[in-house]
């Protein structure tokens, strides 16, 4: 059962499983990492209370206070998962794989969560095979349905699922990159899930994974739309709960380190041995510790500490130091460093729905990728480190130029 965030004398109740949660990490009071304002916009500001902690039954790493999910996901929200080539890869060669293993069946099904511009369902389309996005945000939902995708603008839950399990049928294969860790009521993910999955059927999960944070001090995967930072153990355990069992892991080098986890009814599918043997490696390193996430705590003041240093210093040495990629990311660094217009006067995206527009909290302008080299700054602040080699391939003329970035993850160092 799922119960709303309780206070309890400093712990808070698990979402997921109602234990204590212990809080390790307080970012302070942060805007939706997403909305970026239109400069004439003189409303307040959404803000709210930014805390991390995990829970000591299951190990599942979550926020403290939940952002409602229609501030964060609506027709503007605009984020597309097709802005980096290598992502685009990414996902066809996924899309390409599903379609050679447990999409080759007769009149295959397969419903993806979070199918935003349909970067992945674009694949399965084009090879004529029966899909559906669900997908709240409306602009990506539309670009996708521009891409021959089929969407359901709607928010993946218990009842939707039902509904397209009556319409269409069991799906073959569920599948969610960067979502699932997005929604607070992951027991209606699961349910719905329960509902709409073959009895073989596979439910595919890409997400951050909390040990690859820990280790390179990735503070900024801390956001709102991050509310749960998963673990194989987190994962195991909440699986288990609804009836499904973790089957296999694959580690993804993706968005600074992701885990693909392949969930199946309990006992329909074998589990591959890397399950265990990951699992082993978490508790062996003590990832769930209260230590562990201590010391993460300790490293991310020190980078906040080294980080505004460093753009302080070089301000008052007459530098310049412009923002690359106005990330959902960059929202908890600014706002947490304290890191304005003064110390960074623009971030330039390639994303057009931010252009023109205020970068949440901080105010800081993003501009087209084209304002970059109109003239180079001396330095880029890195916002974008998980897309570093194809941002600084497509940027070579900076470097070339003598431009320098600045980068911090996995600690403020300058390249
Ligand atoms: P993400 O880290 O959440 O995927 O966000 C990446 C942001 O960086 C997104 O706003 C698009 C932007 N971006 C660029 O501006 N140039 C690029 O070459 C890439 C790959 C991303």
């Known amino acids: 059962m799922i119960t709303d965030v309780r206070d309890t004398a400093g712990m808070r109740e698990c979402r997921l499983c109602g234990q204590p949660v212990r809080e390790f990490f307080d970012f302070g009071r942060q805007p939706v990492s997403d909305a970026f304002r239109d400069p004439a916009d003189r409303s307040a500001e959404f803000h709210y209370d930014l805390a991390v902690?995990?829970?000591?039954?299951?190990?599942?790493?979550?926020?403290?206070?939940?952002?409602?999910?229609?501030?964060?996901?609506?027709?503007?929200?605009?984020?597309?998962?097709?802005?980096?080539?290598?992502?685009?890869?990414?996902?066809?060669?996924?899309?390409?794989?599903?379609?050679?293993?447990?999409?080759?069946?007769?009149?295959?099904?397969?419903?993806?969560?979070?199918?935003?511009?349909?970067?992945?369902?674009?694949?399965?389309?084009?090879?004529?095979?029966?899909?559906?996005?669900?997908?709240?945000?409306?602009?990506?939902a539309d670009t996708a349905r521009a891409c021959g995708v089929r969407v359901l603008t709607e928010f993946f839950q218990e009842d939707s699922a039902r509904r397209i399990r009556a319409e269409d049928g069991p799906a073959d294969v569920i599948y969610s990159a960067n979502t699932v860790s997005h929604i607070a009521r992951l027991d209606s993910v699961f349910r719905g899930v329960d509902a709409l999955l073959a009895p073989d059927g596979l439910f595919v999960v890409e997400d951050r994974y909390l040990g690859d944070i820990v280790d390179s001090t990735a503070f900024d995967q801390i956001y709102d739309e991050h509310f749960y930072l998963f673990s194989v153990e987190s994962v195991c355990t909440v699986s288990r709960r609804f009836g499904f069992e973790l089957v296999d892991i694959t580690r993804l080098p993706v968005h600074g380190g992701t885990i693909r986890f392949t969930i199946a009814r309990a006992?329909?599918?074998?589990?591959?041995?890397?399950?265990?043997?990951?699992?082993?490696?978490?508790?062996?390193?003590?990832?769930?510790?209260?230590?562990?996430?201590?010391?993460?705590?300790?490293?991310?003041?020190?980078?906040?500490?080294?980080?505004?240093?460093?753009?302080?210093?070089?301000?008052?040495?007459?530098?310049?130091?412009?923002?690359?990629?106005?990330?959902?990311?960059?929202?908890?660094?600014?706002?947490?460093?304290?890191?304005?217009?003064?110390?960074?006067?623009?971030?330039?995206d390639s994303t057009p729905a931010k252009h023109g527009k205020l970068a949440p909290g901080s105010g800081i302008p993003v501009r087209p990728p084209a304002a970059f080299a109109d003239p180079y700054p001396d330095y880029a602040l890195l916002f974008a480190w998980n897309h570093a080699e194809e941002i600084m391939a497509k940027e070579h003329g900076f470097a070339a130029a003598g431009g320098r970035w600045i980068r911090y993850v996995p600690r403020v160092h300058i390249v």
């Open 267 to 348: 006992g329909a599918r074998p589990v591959a041995p890397v399950v265990g043997e990951l699992l082993t490696a978490e508790h062996a390193r003590g990832l769930a510790d209260h230590g562990t996430l201590d010391r993460f705590a300790v490293r991310t003041r020190q980078a906040r500490a080294d980080l505004v240093g460093l753009l302080r210093w070089l301000r008052d040495e007459g530098r310049v130091v412009v923002g690359y990629g106005a990330t959902a990311k960059s929202a908890t660094v600014t706002n947490f460093c304290g890191i304005g217009p003064d110390l960074v006067p623009y971030i330039c």
């Open 53 to 140: 902690g995990v829970c000591g039954g299951c190990a599942m790493v979550q926020q403290s206070h939940e952002v409602p999910r229609t501030r964060m996901f609506h027709a503007d929200y605009p984020y597309r998962s097709s802005g980096s080539a290598f992502m685009r890869d990414h996902f066809e060669a996924f899309a390409r794989r599903l379609l050679e293993t447990e999409l080759a069946v007769h009149d295959p099904f397969v419903v993806e969560i979070g199918s935003n511009d349909g970067v992945m369902l674009r694949t399965i389309a084009g090879a004529g095979v029966r899909h559906l996005g669900v997908e709240p945000s409306g602009g990506a």
